[in-house]
């Protein structure tokens, strides 16, 4: 065709100054969102910090938010991928009292080793979501209903294995949410090396996976964001990764063992998310059912692995919680799937499905962790702090509506 | 003389990294039937969308002047509260609902008492069906009728809110010639009831045929305003020549066919509609499609040809099944989609809004989304590969994007239409089957699908190609199936095939005699 077509507008340098820079941030895409969601948490943490006065980020307190909030992040993750792939999930609160049951019994009446016990709770928890799997994907009943049923169903069943407490289990089993990684590179004053080190391995893998993924980019010509943005960006990261590091090198503990394994799961599932044919055949049938199918994707197999994966997801967030507790409860996991859906949404995933990011969920939940520990370090009496969270989910996602009309991209 | 009921003046409107419309003037006079033409992505929607306040005042530059004042509408209300109705490009009914319904949606025809008062309603709905020429029932659901009277159904609703100046964006792309002489005829009514209509267009001999002027728009700038009854009338090359910005000599391209072994063959093929399993929807249909040949497949709606082709393809429509599929020659089961993909097959759907496109997500990942087989290794996907299969693309079928990041949901009608194109084009099949590939598409762009297409059969693929409009089969086919009421009742070589005798085909009932 002839030239003229090709002219995607090219603006002359003036033209291009007047177009707003809400708009031109626009252009870049989700991105722009994924940072409001950033900065709204940097925006509660020092808000907390100013009003706790500075309690908030003492080490002590950081470390513990990470213990207290990791089932949150944990079941966000799985959670997400549900809601991205337009499910719902309200049985994983059911299921992680269930599959702490079936972990703290094979320890205690079965006198397994806690390393076998976990892994009978991960086949439990992959077996629960085979279960509901099969009835959402191969039956076609909706999600909501097939949760619903089961939220009932092991709850049910957590009562009857566990009657009201199992107690009595093995310090190492234990350990696992209240314990840290052994310092062995001993201190440097009184930070532990082994934190240090861990902060920094991260933040130069982190580096360098942008800086080569931005090399790419622009070998190929596509569009990637200017150097400005991009060096802004990683000062900011790296400024955040240091904080956490320092703070948390002070702790009682050095680095949490939860926040190991959250942070290998978040690598995980982005990459999973990000960069495999499964992770875009979720994204795809999230965004347009028919459509995937009508591409050969298989709706039916992505439908129940999703589950299989949360249902597996559940029973890490079963062994975190029943380790913290120190003994299965049959009452745990109490609203934990609505915990993990407010993350979720807060961090911007659609109800409707195909949008939502794993980064977003985790960040939702850090934003609710850090709205719990700020308000019960300030003593906020616990009936209003649940009214207080439910407001903000509400203006979170109506914030996040409202900016993105303006923006002209309804 | 110049009694204008509109003046749009200086319009632009931008999006993120695009300027849509720039210094955009239009003037409609009171009364007549204005069109608007320009290539995909020129800006016409987004035009339309200024006017009735679906971009609220504010969100653009420059003055609409209504019947002489300036109007600054708030949203769509504000516009239908002056008269101004627009019918969407992609048609806006709920399908569950009744026509009735539908009509009188945000408008509720209420009683005294402040209830729904459904007797005012159906026979109101009833009074406008007839002006529109509909002989359905009020209460008939929207989803049981066709798309023509859908069309005919939002008519109807324009026409209820007292409509002064009525906004057509594409009405006719989706309806067959039959369904389009009808509803033209029907603007042409209101018109001499003093309602002004704007038409939005790719149907170049519509336009011709409806409009008093006609204004084209290319790049988002307003280019000139043709008056179609002046002292030389317009003719289509003379629009042609507006838009693209230089003659077109050929609609269709040189194609000659070098036709080798046959690639697919359908034999006795019957479905059942997928819900009412005693309706035959295709009745013991065959056709054979060979290599390096372009197959025409025509038929009036209703005649099941997309249902033949979705049911081949994976089993994705229809209900009890039977017949058989020989893919070179060997009998093959595709009994799902991925199996159809994996056996050499693709269809390109004509509704790409609910069957082609993820919206939602990006042009590159909608482009790969049939094949990232192709792309990716060990269930990694090679992103770099991706964006530039999707870049190549991007230049090959000129899809207006300012990149291939951008989601498929900002693009404009048309170049949505080439990303449907575009994945199934990457996913490399041995038969391609098109369904009413140009839809949408402006003529220069239509010239380079069908460029692909035959580059597609010199390759060696067979391409099958659906399509409602006839010229267009007749153009590009080497041979021309007809199929009515479920069954083949033609086969048309290219040497022999006319406009008549393929209607006479379309039109053939079930016991052989034409209708
Ligand atoms: N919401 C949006 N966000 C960003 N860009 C948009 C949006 N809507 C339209 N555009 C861009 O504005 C330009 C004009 O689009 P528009 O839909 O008006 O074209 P059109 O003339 O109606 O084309 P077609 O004939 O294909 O329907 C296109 O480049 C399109 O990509
Ligand atoms: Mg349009």
Redesign the interface.
Known sequence: ??V??????N?PAG?RAR?PLS??L??L?GNARQYGIFGALVVIILLFQVLTDGKLLLANNVASLFQQNAYVMILAIGMVMVIVAGHIDLSVGSVVAFVGGIVALSMRDLDLPWAVAILIGLAAGALVGAWQGFWVAYIGIPAFIVTLAGMLVFRGLALVLVGETVAGLPPEFISIAGGSLPNVLGFVGNADVVTLVIGAVAFLALAFTQVRARQ??R?????AEPVGVFITKLVLVALGIGALTVILSFSAGGTPIVLVIVGVLVVVYSFLMG????G?HI??IG??R?????????TKRVDFWIFVNIGVLAAVAAIVTTSRAGAAIAAAGQNYELDAIAACFIGGA?VTG??GRISGAIVGALIMGVLNMGLSIMAVDPAWQQAIKGLVLLLAVAFDLLNKRR???R | MNDHILEMRGITKRFPGVIALQDVTLAVRRGEVHAICGENGAGKSTLMKVLSGVYPHGDYEGDIVLDGKTVEFRGIRDSEAEGVVIIHQELALSPYLSIAENIFLGNEQLSSRGVVDWNRTNARAADLLRQVGLTERPDTRVMDIGVGKQQLVEIAKALSKEVKLLILDEPTAALNDEDSAHLLGLIRGLRDRGITSIIISHKLNEIEAIADSTTIIRDGRTIETLEMHGAEPVSEERIIRGMVGRSLDNRFPEHTPSIGAEVLRIEDWTVHHPVDQSRLVVDGASITVNRGEIVGLAGLMGAGRTELAMSVFGRSYGSRISGRVFKDGKPVHLHTVDQAIKSGLAYATEDRKHYGLNLIDTVQHNVSAAALDKLSRGGVVDRRQEGTVAERFRKDLNIKTHTVQAFVGKLSGGNQQKVVLSKWIYADPDVLILDEPTRGIDVGAKYEIYTIINKLAEQGKGVLVISSELPELLGICDRIYTLSQGRVTGEVPRAEATQERLMQYMTMEKDGKAS
């Open positions: 065709m002839s003229d077509m090709n002219t995607t507008p603006l033209e177009v708009q031109r626009g252009g895409g790419s980019m070998k190929h010509n596509l569009h960069r495999t044919v499964f875009r994204y795809a965004g347009n028919a459509a995937a199918a009508l591409s050969g994707v298989s659609a195909g949008i923006a002209g991209t």
